[in-house]
């Protein structure tokens, strides 16, 4: 399944909506403002909640977890160093690797070594989309969700020099 992820650049809150194939509204992403840390939420097109993602502060590399019902499903965290990013990436649904030219925004995530989504940055004047390809018969909104996490420690703590 295709998808196109179009986050405004000056959103307020970081709300936007995922699309599908045909330029249909799939899932709601809304973040939540006057936080420590980010956090997020994956909703389906009525409001519910299907994964929410949570930084934790106080780090000295970015880390993320991400939450399915309440429960931890998986941890995503930037190792240190000093060329290409690399992620410690632990997961209730499988063993995930990350391949490919992050800094381009052109790069594939790996399961148990097979590769099940791939994503592509498009440039646009108001808004970064992003093209993502997701295998069928995989967790759509939780590789969304680490896609999410993977785009906020790239490329929105730029700042961030490890």
Excluded: W
Aim: proline share 2%.
């Amino acid at each position: 399944m295709r998808y196109q992820i179009r986050q405004k650049v000056f959103s307020f809150g970081d709300n936007y909506t995922i699309k599908g194939d045909n330029d249909e509204p799939c899932f709601i992403v809304k973040g939540k403002i006057l936080s420590i840390g980010d956090k997020s939420s994956i909703q389906d097109l009525q409001g519910n909640e299907l994964f929410y993602i949570e930084q934790k502060v106080f780090r000295l590399l970015p880390e993320y977890h991400i939450f399915e019902n309440g429960n931890h499903v998986a941890m995503v965290k930037k190792e240190f160093t000093f060329f290409r990013p690399r992620f410690i990436i632990e997961s209730q649904y499988g063993n995930y690797n990350i391949d490919g030219d992050l800094f381009g925004y052109n790069y594939q995530i790996l399961k148990n070594g097979v590769e099940v989504v791939v994503i592509n940055k498009r440039f646009f004047a108001f808004s970064d989309t992003y093209g993502v390809d997701i295998e069928n018969g995989e967790n759509q909104a939780f590789l969304l969700a680490m896609v999410i996490v993977i785009d906020q420690v790239i490329h929105d703590n730029k700042n961030n020099n490890n």
